[in-house]
């Protein structure tokens, strides 16, 4: 008989987010760690849409009080996804490693499991995405030096993301704690991931993150902007259920670009930085603020390569000489944008050969 830890990991691998096989089988330890034997069997029942308690229970031969009792808990600990209808009825759903379970883990992390997520990360995750040329995130330009560009979109607006929501919350980003924990962190701001409605709801009852206003919301936004990170979110026009503020050192998403070199890795915003040579004083400053090493340094002339560069505006935004400036993107060059997270995650499957899981 099949091990049942295989069977979930075959399950969490039908995302197109991906759970793939290592050499190591590191992710069959990762996945005894979170679960027990009974909880991988209830996963099989699952599927990757919200349903009812008893719509679950019926399917999987349980009662439907007990099984209530068991998908509460497994959702509380941040394994499976768990809404609220407005009448206050539970829903329940499978979700991925990434974005999922994963960064759910954010109040569970030991030196233990820290260990064996960067293990899965390099072994994992990191052989997936080599060769994908699809981000799921998507750079979000700072604002100020994008406004008065005729072609912006309301989804390369930071304000406009916000302005859209009315509950917020706000979580240590995992990627800078567990870094820190490792003793390699780089000291930017933690907490600074932010989620909005229905997944605000979540990580807020979880007690993963706690609520914020909309002000402290634009307030931590700006704080990110002045620390050097880059805002982040999923690469959709509609609705947005959250924002990232990633660093080039410690964020998993951008390490694909900055460290494994997958340049398509993430989804570059519609701009790109260039600089005026003639104003421009080669202090370096431009050289601190880049993430992704888009900027370098050239007999004693800073140079921006277009090729790297992924549209943050972190440079421009900080060049003492107002030097250097956001240019939009011609037609040809603009990043592609799906119009709702069922498009991309479409997309996403076709890349990778996978059978769509959510029809």
Same mark, same amino acid.
């Given at each position: 008989?099949s091990?049942?830890?295989e069977?979930?990991?075959? &399950?969490?691998?039908?995302?197109?987010?991906?759970?793939?096989?290592?050499?190591?089988?590191?992710e069959?330890?990762?996945?005894?760690?979170?679960?027990?034997?009974?909880?991988?069997?209830?996963m099989?029942? @699952?599927?990757?849409?919200?349903e +009812?308690?008893?719509?679950?229970a019926a399917?999987?031969?349980?009662? *439907?009080?007990?099984l209530?009792?068991?998908?509460?808990?497994?959702? +509380? &600990?941040?394994?499976?996804?768990?809404y609220?209808?407005p009448?206050?009825?539970l829903?329940?759903?499978?979700i991925?490693?990434?974005?999922?379970i994963?960064?759910?883990?954010?109040?569970?992390?030991t030196?233990?499991?820290?260990k064996?997520?960067? *293990?899965?990360f390099?072994?994992?995750?990191?052989?997936?995405?080599?060769?994908?040329?699809?981000?799921g995130?998507?750079?979000?330009?700072?604002e100020?030096? !994008?406004?008065?560009?005729t072609?912006i979109q309301?989804y390369?607006?930071?304000?406009?993301?916000?302005?859209?929501?009315t +509950?917020?919350?706000v979580a240590?980003? !995992? =990627?800078? *704690?567990e870094?820190?924990?490792?003793?390699?962190?780089?000291?930017?701001l933690?907490?600074?991931?932010m989620?909005?409605?229905?997944?605000?709801?979540?990580?807020?009852?979880?007690?993963?993150?706690?609520?914020?206003?909309k002000?402290?919301? +634009?307030k931590?936004?700006?704080?990110?902007?002045e620390?050097?990170?880059?805002?982040?979110?999923?690469?959709?026009?509609?609705?947005?259920?959250?924002i990232c503020?990633?660093?080039?050192?410690?964020?998993?998403?951008?390490a694909?670009?900055?460290?494994?070199?997958?340049?398509?890795?993430v989804t570059?915003?519609?701009?790109?930085?260039?600089?005026?040579?003639?104003?421009?004083?080669?202090?370096?400053t431009?050289?601190e603020?880049c993430?992704?090493?888009?900027? &370098?340094?050239?007999?004693?002339?800073?140079?921006?390569?277009?090729?790297?560069?992924?549209? =943050?505006?972190l440079?421009?935004?900080?060049c003492p000489?107002?030097s250097?400036?956001m240019?939009?993107?011609?037609?040809?060059?603009?990043?592609?944008?799906f119009?709702k997270?069922r498009? @991309?995650?479409?997309?996403m499957?076709?890349?990778?050969g996978k059978?769509y899981?959510?029809?």
């Amino acid at each position: 008989m099949s091990d049942i830890y295989e069977k979930l990991r075959e &399950r969490l691998d039908m995302f197109p987010q991906g759970f793939p096989k290592t050499e190591s089988r590191v992710e069959l330890k990762i996945l005894r760690h979170l679960f027990t034997t009974e909880e991988a069997e209830l996963m099989m029942h @699952l599927r990757p849409f919200p349903e +009812r308690a008893a719509d679950i229970a019926a399917r999987a031969g349980k009662d *439907k009080a007990a099984l209530g009792e068991t998908l509460y808990d497994m959702s +509380r &600990r941040g394994l499976i996804m768990r809404y609220t209808a407005p009448d206050k009825e539970l829903y329940y759903a499978l979700i991925p490693w990434v974005v999922g379970i994963w960064e759910f883990q954010l109040n569970n992390l030991t030196d233990e499991n820290i260990k064996l997520y960067e *293990k899965y990360f390099e072994e994992g995750m990191v052989p997936l995405r080599r060769n994908q040329k699809l981000g799921g995130l998507r750079v979000i330009p700072v604002e100020k030096e !994008i406004e008065g560009s005729t072609e912006i979109q309301p989804y390369e607006r930071v304000s406009q993301i916000i302005e859209s929501h009315t +509950r917020f919350a706000v979580a240590d980003c !995992i =990627c800078r *704690k567990e870094a820190a924990m490792l003793g390699e962190g780089c000291g930017k701001l933690l907490e600074a991931c932010m989620s909005f409605g229905a997944s605000a709801d979540f990580y807020i009852e979880n007690g993963i993150g706690r609520e914020i206003s909309k002000e402290e919301a +634009r307030k931590i936004l700006a704080k990110a902007e002045e620390e050097g990170l880059i805002h982040c979110s999923i690469n959709t026009a509609g609705n947005k259920a959250f924002i990232c503020n990633c660093c080039g050192c410690c964020c998993k998403s951008l390490a694909n670009l900055t460290k494994y070199g997958n340049l398509q890795a993430v989804t570059k915003s519609d701009y790109y930085a260039v600089k005026d040579q003639e104003t421009c004083t080669d202090c370096g400053t431009c050289l601190e603020r880049c993430q992704v090493n888009a900027i &370098r340094t050239e007999d004693d002339h800073t140079v921006i390569d277009k090729g790297r560069c992924i549209g =943050c505006g972190l440079c421009a935004s900080t060049c003492p000489t107002g030097s250097i400036t956001m240019v939009h993107k011609s037609g040809r060059e603009a990043s592609g944008i799906f119009s709702k997270n069922r498009e @991309l995650l479409r997309a996403m499957a076709e890349e990778t050969g996978k059978a769509y899981p959510f029809e």
